[in-house]
């Protein structure tokens, strides 16, 4: 059907007429459809923006001017479609993208954190045991942070006697750590 046969179709589906917009699709379908694929090389694609198409034709059928040749109108809402749904096609892709990274690096942060939590926990268990005057000096070093010095000055005693309760104190972590076979790193 040439664009002279086909003016009067439009004309109606125009003014609402859905049995002429019917007739409008039939003329026009391979047209748009072959169009489409020469854009987009994906079936379901393809049939989406075919569909996406005659949607906005429907809608737009009042911003159409019965002066300019019908398919050049219908050739430029078939390119406005086809970049649109480039554009989305980017964005969605971008946000897959971005969700996959942000749930690894969740799911790795998780892990990492529940790791360190128990190892930690499995550390303090043996740190637990020490007797209070090891125990003292592990807690204050690795806990606080404080020099050795410090501790000294802290329990009043000699730093001396401070580096020997730290040396017993990692001499028995490391082997309650060796006993259980356990991966936690003592230094």
């Known amino acids: 059907m040439n664009e002279k046969e086909l003016l009067p179709w439009l004309e109606k589906a125009t003014l609402g007429d859905e049995s ?4 409008v699709y039939q003329a026009t379908h391979q047209d748009v459809y ?10 379901q694609d ?9 949607m906005r034709i ?7 001017d019965p002066n300019r040749p019908f398919r050049y109108w219908l050739h430029g809402i078939i390119l406005r479609q ?4 480039k554009r989305k096609a ?12 942000m749930t690894y690096e969740q799911f790795e942060w998780t892990d990492t954190t529940i790791l360190q939590s128990e190892m930690q926990q499995e550390l303090f268990s043996f740190v637990r045991q020490l007797s209070y005057k ?8 690795y806990y606080h942070d404080y020099a050795l010095e410090e501790i000294a000055a802290m329990l009043r005693i000699p730093v001396g006697t401070v580096k ?14 060796a006993m259980t076979g356990g991966d936690v790193y003592v230094h």
């Open 46 to 54: 393809i049939e989406d923006i075919v569909n996406e198409v005659y």
């Open 34 to 43: 072959r169009t489409v694929a020469f854009l987009v090389f994906n079936k």
């Open 90 to 101: 980017w964005r969605r892709i971008r946000l897959f993208e971005r969700n996959s990274r």
């Open 164 to 177: 020997s309760r730290h040396h017993l104190a990692m001499k028995e972590l490391r082997k309650r750590v």
């Open 58 to 64: 429907w809608r737009s059928f009042h911003a159409y």
């Open 134 to 141: 090891l125990r003292v000096v592990v807690i204050l070093r």
């Open 82 to 85: 086809v970049q649109d749904w």
């Open 20 to 23: 002429a917009f019917q007739l």
